[in-house]
Nanobody, 125 residues
Framework: VQLQASGGGLVQAGGSLRLSCVAS????????VGWFRQAPGKGREFVAS????????DYADSAKGRFTISRDNAKNTVYLQMNSLKPEDTAVYYC???????????????????WGQGTLVTVSS
């Protein structure tokens, strides 16, 4: 099982990036997927999640209105479109697949049992 996150890079404040998370060896289409991030010296935090069908999404307050999560189950891929980026968005971004039907909040990292390796997003001021 592998989740491959990509699309990170260096961007100026106000710019945009689109992250991708491609799954292999895993039935992706029946799992919610989340994006988390970890900034230097800080703990990992929730960014966004999407239900298995794509019909339901959740966002951290810091991401609302700027980030959009989406998925293409035919391609086993989840995306995170990030617009109006700020320096405080600088972090390593991780995608994670959640156990199907796992209870509790999708904003908690419990229940996510497969994690990608992370992709670095750096936003310069």
């Amino acid at each position: 099982v592998q989740l491959q996150a990509s699309g990170g890079g260096l961007v100026q404040a106000g710019g945009s990036l689109r992250l991708s998370c491609v799954a292999s060896g895993l039935t992706f289409s029946n799992r919610p997927v989340g994006w988390f991030r970890q900034a230097p010296g800080k703990g990992r935090e929730f960014v966004a999640s999407i239900s298995w069908s794509g019909g339901s999404t959740d966002y951290a307050d810091s991401a609302k209105g700027r980030f959009t999560i989406s998925r293409d189950n035919a391609k086993n891929t989840v995306y995170l479109q990030m617009n109006s980026l700020k320096p405080e968005d600088t972090a390593v971004y991780y995608c994670a697949a959640r156990l199907p039907y796992y209870g509790g909040s999708v904003k908690s990292d419990s229940g996510y049992n497969y994690w990608g390796q992370g992709t670095l997003v750096t936003v310069s001021s």
